[in-house]
């Protein structure tokens, strides 16, 4: 981060076909960005995008949102799933230089205790250089679900990978950093 | 499918060094079979084979099963642990369009219950197209205990794939469909 | 193994810059040969060596362990994380054979537990040949709530792999083997 402390920008990619089609509005995405209005009491700026489920487009959006825009973290929302046009994990694989399966692990667990099909979710999280990207699937009762049981982690992970100092109502959501690494 | 409604066909292939020479009885094929047979109500057909622990001959087999037989579902039986011969996931990983590794996951976390061995079990699954494959443990004891942990997502994951719509006794085994999408 | 029996040897790669650079005590190697001290009955060897954090480096380390020493197991302490230093996960995936998935998910399921950046870790196990190799943190503390919760799967995983039959203190840790395979 450069001396003037800039307001951290986190992403939102909101990947659906039908809803970069404008036959569906796009309540994944309003979804994430009111939890994370919640969640963290640091001020901080949204990069927001709805982009269809086409695995070259989703890169270049994380890449951009990553690389150009420097957020601190990125969250997709859906194309997890198994059919064909899900392709958000293959995407994000792509273009992390490294992968945290535990997000993974945890959300589908999880999910678990909701809906046996939790399985069928093939999401996954990772980092880019400085940006934190997090899978999230496509309906907005799941993507509370999912990021409120990783949230705790989140701050101290951006941390770690040399991203702004992230806050939380504590209230709301405890966010977890060890007292000694 | 096509117009004229086929009887789904599920394949179980039985990766076995010993069982494809003859020197054992094939013993979890046909606990696959009457596990399939106990739960779906609706009418399928079994493609049925015994291999040695060959990666190739696996490979070459599932194909078989996936792009010519067509089968909605492959169930594997053997060869998941850390010996030298036991390549059943690889030759899966190999053939699969998709992974999903919540199903390893889930059946991991299940038999944990019963062994602490279980975490030596490297079984995966994943689609190949319109063909859902699970890699199953060898004994017939686990794959009891394997199946009937992720078959509750197994029949709403083939619809979402594009394969035939199967129905269980939901007496025995209650299979989940999200009612909206 | 050869006709004469010798004592197993056991690997221990505490990977860490400050440790190797000598800022550090190496706390973490000596929590493990502490551990494997308490927990096992049969007598053992042991192979210890200190690195930083460099993929190459470690690489090198655990094909010596393996390869030369004929380490029946390895485990690593460290570089398991997020941050860009954090690289133990990948040397071991690059000089693995076959990876054992269960074991991380296991560890991270463990830990959570304790703290909810758990799932930060990255750390994962796989088999070069007769070696199983296992990733553990850094901290002396997480050190033993990770092993612990896999160790009792360790010595029928070194039997499968073809290396030397090791016993456990079954008041302290009760290792478990199958009856039948």
């Known amino acids: 981060m450069n001396q003037t402390h800039p307001i951290p920008v986190i992403g939102i990619l909101n990947v659906s076909d039908r ?3 404008g036959i569906y509005e796009d309540i ?7 939890l994370l209005r919640e ?3 640091t001020p901080f700026e949204l990069d927001y995008k709805v982009v269809p489920d086409e695995q070259a487009v989703i890169e270049v959006e994380l890449k ?3 690389d150009v825009i420097g957020c601190a973290l990125i969250v997709t929302t859906g194309g997890t799933g198994p059919a064909a046009r899900d392709v958000t994990p293959e995407a994000t694989v792509a ?11 945890l959300m589908r667990s999880a999910s678990l205790k909701y809906v046996p099909t939790a399985i069928l979710s093939r999401q996954t999280a990772g980092t880019r ?4 990207i997090i899978n999230l699937p496509g309906k907005p009762k799941s993507i509370r679900e999912n990021l409120e049981v990783v949230f705790p982690a989140v701050p101290y992970c951006i941390d ?3 991203g702004p100092y992230l806050e939380t109502r504590e209230t709301v959501m405890k966010a977890f950093r060890p007292l000694n690494k």
């Open 129 to 132: 250089d400085r940006t934190l």
């Open 64 to 66: 951009r949102m990553a």
């Open 95 to 105: 273009v992390c230089d490294k992968l945290l399966p535990g997000f993974g692990e």
């Open 160 to 162: 770690l990978i040399g």
């Open 19 to 21: 809803a970069s089609a």
């Open 28 to 34: 994944p995405g309003k979804a994430c960005a009111e």
């Open 39 to 41: 969640w963290l009491s």
